[in-house]
């Protein structure tokens, strides 16, 4: 199972722990695909295929499983496509790009510097509230009651393998990322600049500076994820950071 996935697989399973979560959140790991549900976060609602020579059954199974939840279902592009394509269109399915998961350069001599000084400030619970309110601005979320997201949040600041930091840039909140290490695995889980702050490299700075935190701690991998051609995607390849796969990405919508 991917790393991103174990990722958000375990931020599901620390909100299900809140009552009032319990009946909106589902999961279903098979060894074909793994389908994840939370009813209130769309980003949530994604089946990853782990076979797609079984696409047929993993198609059924999904659409079973979200019922009338508009949902993504993500398979390698290593599959042969022209013959998933027309069948996932055929299913309803339509394709919205690729996903694509990056590895981070060996040494960290290799990295570019950025001219943009930036400061990763581990969220507590007291700045927990504002580093809410800021990461639904930073991915600009339709959502703009921050206290139920902000009680979600709050049982990850136990976590041993998330770690939530607001970015700061000469002591003001510019954006918010996130770090996830599994043993000695590093996913560079998150990251999104403040609207008004964008275009002044601190995106740039912020991967640097997790990067930075990951090599200190002799990492067997540290990966990431971008959407092909977007704005973190680009930073990342300047940063060094290179393919190692990609995910089509097929939107259902009911």
Request: net charge neutral; proline share 3%.
């Amino acid at each position: 199972m991917e790393l991103f996935v174990r990722y958000d697989l375990e931020r599901l399973t620390k909100y299900a722990s809140l009552a009032h979560n319990s009946a909106r959140i589902r999961t279903n790991i098979t060894t074909t695909h793994a389908s994840l549900h939370f009813a209130d976060v769309n980003y949530f609602n994604y089946t990853i295929c782990l076979a797609a020579s079984q696409i047929q059954q993993v198609v059924e199974e999904t659409k079973a499983f979200y019922q009338h939840t508009p949902h993504r279902l993500l398979i390698e592009d290593a599959a042969e496509s022209t013959h998933l394509h027309s069948f996932l269109n055929k299913e309803g399915y339509l394709c919205k790009g690729r996903q694509i998961l990056l590895q981070a350069p060996n040494q960290i001599n290799e990295l570019a510097e950025s001219e943009a000084a930036t400061e990763l400030e581990p969220v507590s619970p007291t700045t927990l509230y504002s580093f809410t309110q800021d990461y639904l601005a930073s991915f600009e979320s339709d959502r703009t009651d921050a206290a139920p997201v902000s009680i979600n949040f709050s049982q990850l600041l136990s976590s041993s393998t998330i770690q939530l930091y607001r970015v700061m840039a000469h002591r003001q909140a510019v954006g918010i990322a996130a770090l996830y290490q599994e043993n000695e695995h590093f996913l560079l889980a998150g990251g999104a600049i403040l609207p008004s702050y964008r275009n002044h490299g601190y995106h740039t700075s912020t991967l640097i500076s997790r990067l930075r935190y990951c090599f200190q701690n002799r990492p067997k991998s540290i990966s990431a994820w971008a959407y092909e051609n977007s704005t973190s995607y680009q930073n990342m390849r300047r940063l060094g950071l290179t393919p190692l796969k990609g995910y089509w990405i097929y939107e259902h919508r009911v």
